[in-house]
């Protein structure tokens, strides 16, 4: 995909192919795009955020979605730009593009909670948090010609998820539930296929199966 005009990123890190990184398709693995993104969000939130919240404070990746749209081969000069979206009470929402020259390979939408590391709860972002995030914001959520599939609205707060580690706190009237995060079509397609891996399993498994989704008995 053609970039045009470059999104105007306020952060560009660059990334280095190894031969390591090629998958049987002699192209870079989704899972080494992966981590360039999270180098991209990591260096941010360590630059700006870190120096500013306590020691044992932490930063929780708690929605993460992904695009990919061109291949990374060996010996392309990849560059990742992120920029923070939006900011809610605890979570930072960011937008993310893997460019090639002027290709676009690659896009992400993340949102990032602020961890509590002693109550290992969220931690509201106060005044000082934001004015340190302030170079790595958009104004508003930008739209990008060349972006390509439409990204996910992020929400003011979302939920907690396993990897969070975060306990529910008194905001919780606040949190967005995680089906928010999805289309009516995509909820029916990802039931689709629950349903019909529950169908191929044998019936003990089956019924562990149906119990751990929420899904009803045959």
């Not at 360039?36 to 708690?62: I, Q």
């Not at 995030?133 to 939920?159: E, M, Q, V, Y």
Request: aromatic residues 6%.
């Amino acid at each position: 995909m053609s970039a045009g005009p470059l999104p105007d990123y306020p952060m560009w890190q660059g990334a280095i192919v190894r031969h390591a990184d090629l998958d049987p398709n002699d192209h870079v693995t989704n899972s080494v795009i992966c981590s360039w993104f999270d180098d991209g969000r990591y260096v941010l939130l360590r630059r700006h955020l870190r120096p500013v919240v306590e020691p044992s404070d932490y930063f929780a990746l708690v929605m993460l979605e992904m695009h990919f749209l061109q291949e990374v081969r060996m010996f392309d000069e990849p560059r990742v730009g992120t920029a923070i979206t939006r900011i809610g009470r605890s979570s930072i929402a960011m937008q993310q593009h893997l460019l090639v020259g002027e290709r676009i390979a690659a896009t992400a939408t993340s949102v990032t909670v602020l961890g509590d590391g002693v109550a290992r709860r969220a931690r509201p972002l106060d005044e000082a948090h934001r004015q340190a995030l302030a170079p790595s914001c958009w104004p508003k959520p930008r739209k990008h010609a060349a972006i390509g599939p439409r990204p996910t609205p992020a929400p003011a707060l979302c939920r907690r998820g396993p990897m969070a580690s975060i306990a529910p706190d008194e905001h919780a009237q606040d949190i967005t539930p995680m089906d928010d995060f999805f289309t009516a079509e995509e909820r029916a397609f990802r039931e689709t296929v629950r349903a019909a891996i529950a169908a191929m399993l044998p019936e003990h498994l089956a019924r562990h199966t149906r119990s751990h989704l929420h899904m009803p008995a045959r």
